[in-house]
């Protein structure tokens, strides 16, 4: 099993350029979860799915959004990059069974907004 | 807000020595978990203690936490270099889906 995997792994783009990050799980999982993560701000919640079809906002939605269409896979998408959004992108999965849930993170995107 | 806050932000200790970490957090909790983060790579899942457990083990790490002091802490016996990375916490709320990160503990084992 590959787990979870993040393309790409590095990004560099101009502001107001749009690209798409995809996560893949081939771990059966209901739950994804798109991360930002920003020194001295540990991780923070971008968006998450609780299963196919689905998606829910968390703590910092604005600027993104997201789809999953399968349940292997949870695109994130910047419509119009801001250097703000110049962060490290981690994706997770989670099995979701009751109060026994782990993260299982990927790699990691490094997108560099100019 | 932060739902986990790590303390301290940073900490350096000797290889052999014992590490301790401390974590906060605001709301009741299902469960907290620790993660360990090595330099340029993803989180990896350290253990889990639910909200009915008080202490757990796994290898050299000891985890307990305080329901009433809203507070969890992380001890990693007989440091050694390969445990230099960053710690965090996560909580989930018994509120939502969501899991909650701290902003983490950076941990240095010195030779």
């Known amino acids: 099993n590959a787990g979870v995997t993040q393309t790409p792994k590095f990004r560099v783009l101009k502001t107001g350029q749009s690209m798409t990050l995809l996560c893949a799980q081939d771990?059966?999982?209901?739950?994804m979860y798109w991360y930002r993560q920003d020194p001295g701000m540990g991780l923070r919640l971008i968006h998450y799915s609780v299963g196919e079809g689905t998606t829910a906002k968390g703590e910092v939605p604005d600027g993104y959004n997201v789809s999953r269409l399968k349940k292997q896979n949870f695109l994130l998408g910047l419509e119009s990059a801001a250097p703000s959004q110049t962060s490290v992108y981690f994706c997770?999965?989670?099995?979701?069974?009751?109060?026994?849930?782990?993260?299982?993170f990927g790699p990691g995107t490094r997108l560099t907004v100019l | 807000s932060q739902q986990g806050e790590e303390d301290p932000q940073a900490l350096s200790i000797q290889e052999g020595e014992n590490a301790t970490m401390n974590c906060s957090y605001k709301t009741s909790i299902n469960n907290l978990q620790w993660y360990r983060q090595n330099s340029g790579r993803g989180l990896v899942h350290l253990i889990l203690i639910r909200s009915n457990e008080r202490e757990k083990h796994s290898g050299r790490l000891r985890v307990t936490l305080d329901t009433s002091k809203k507070s969890s802490s992380l001890l990693i016996t007989a440091s050694r270099a390969a445990d230099t990375a960053s710690y965090f916490c996560a909580t989930e709320t018994n509120r939502d889906d969501k899991i909650i990160f701290g902003k983490g503990t950076r941990l240095h084992i010195l030779p």
């Open positions: 771990m059966n999982h209901e739950y």
């Open positions: 997770a999965s989670s099995p979701r069974r009751d109060y026994t849930d782990t993260q299982y």
